[in-house]
């Protein structure tokens, strides 16, 4: 049986970026899971994350908030509050904030220990 429990929102994971931050709720270094990753991704206004891909893990983006370009391999996709896409493992992807505010994202990993190239 895998490991659960319990993250307390003071207990978040939170790594700030230059472009906005990544918080973590639910991973194997966290030790709560044995079986995925999952946590927030915030990008400020007319910022992007860098370009880059994950060769162990497929994931979930979820908008949460806010306005993004998704560069997902060579197609760019609009995505607003209510729109999820699914990142095959190895494809090159990255998020453009386009609007105003700042956009929140949800992101859910098929790994316990995603493993990140060129970010």
């Known amino acids: ?15 700030p970026q230059p472009w906005g ?22 990008i400020e206004p ?6 880059h891909y994950h060769p162990n893990c497929d994931e979930v983006l979820h908008v949460v908030s806010g306005t993004i370009d ?9 995505m607003s509050a209510g729109d999820t896409i699914s990142i ?14 700042a956009a929140v994202m949800l992101i859910a990993f098929s790994t316990p220990d995603r493993k990140v190239i060129g970010e």
């Open 21 to 42: 931050k990544l918080e973590w709720m639910v991973s194997g270094a966290i030790g709560n899971s044995d079986t995925m990753t999952i946590g927030r991704c915030t």
């Open 46 to 51: 007319g910022e992007q994350n860098p370009p």
């Open 70 to 78: 998704h560069r997902l391999g060579d197609t760019q996709l609009p």
């Open 88 to 101: 095959p493992a190895g494809t090159v992807h990255n998020a453009r904030n386009v609007g105003t505010d």
């Open 1 to 15: 049986m895998g490991r659960g429990g319990l993250t307390p929102a003071d207990k978040v994971v939170v790594e």
